[in-house]
T-cell receptor
Framework: GESVGLHLPTLSVQEGDNSIINCAYSNSASDYFIWYKQESGKGPQFIIDIRSNMDKRQGQRVTVLLNKTVKHLSLQIAATQPGDSAVYFCAEDPGAGTALIFGKGTTLSVSS | GAGVSQSPRYKVAKRGQDVALRCDPISGHVSLFWYQQALGQGPEFLTYFQNEAQLDKSGLPSDRFFAERPEGSVSTLKIQRTQQEDSAVYLC?????????????FGDGTRLSIL
């Protein structure tokens, strides 16, 4: 069978490394997914989104991968910087742009 | 550019008091959402509006929670007879319109502490 990346509550990397953050979502009917970054004392900040008819989408230094078969999302951050340190959440939209369902967050710590 | 604005940023109240939290969405955004975020957890949905209509309030924890958006812009979340378990960060988000492919943009929240 296909392996699924484990969700880790914390991830520590060195500056310049690539980071991969994994997320499992719950609803097979979800057709839109968003990654958010949340810094301490701030609200979630939009990073990148992807629709269910895609399996990959790239932004600036970030890539989101979607595997609908196993209901799994990942966020890849290239050349991680200290400013990337934050909690990262994936969120799924079960339909019609209503309430988002947030996954468990991953705290990314980047050391220089 | 102006994002979602929430006030106050911090609110301390005694158990049993009523509180009101305000959200100014991004100008022109039709949809407005309220979420509750407990420490160390992801946001959890409370309610949402399309313009002035409250379309879903299934996430409100009790009838002590009430939200309104009378003119389809600013929204207020009111909590009556506050309890200690109401202590959390209350986040407001808005999106351009209801529908897929519309990311929700969040404010920085109101941190509510009930003594």
């Amino acid at each position: 069978g296909e392996s699924v990346g484990l969700h880790l509550p914390t991830l520590s990397v060195q500056e310049g490394d690539n980071s991969i953050i994994n997320c499992a979502y719950s609803n097979s009917a979800s057709d839109y997914f968003i990654w958010y970054k949340q810094e301490s004392g701030k609200g979630p900040q939009f990073i990148i989104d992807i629709r269910s008819n895609m399996d990959k989408r790239q932004g600036q230094r970030v890539t989101v991968l979607l595997n609908k078969t196993v209901k799994h999302l990942s966020l890849q951050i290239a050349a991680t910087q200290p400013g990337d340190s934050a909690v990262y959440f994936c969120a799924e939209d079960p339909g019609a742009g209503t309430a988002l369902i947030f996954g468990k967050g991953t705290t990314l710590s980047v050391s220089s | 550019g102006a994002g979602v604005s929430q006030s106050p940023r911090y609110k301390v109240a005694k158990r049993g008091q009523d509180v009101a939290l305000r959200c100014d969405p991004i100008s022109g955004h039709v949809s407005l959402f309220w979420y509750q975020q407990a420490l160390g957890q992801g946001p959890e949905f409370l309610t949402y509006f399309q313009n002035e209509a409250q379309l879903d309030k299934s996430g409100l924890p009790s009838d002590r929670f009430f939200a309104e958006r009378p003119e389809g812009s600013v929204s207020t979340l009111k909590i009556q007879r506050t309890q200690q378990e109401d202590s959390a960060v209350y986040l407001c988000a808005s999106s351009l319109k209801l529908g897929a492919d519309q990311p929700q943009h969040f404010g920085d929240g109101t941190r509510l502490s009930i003594l």
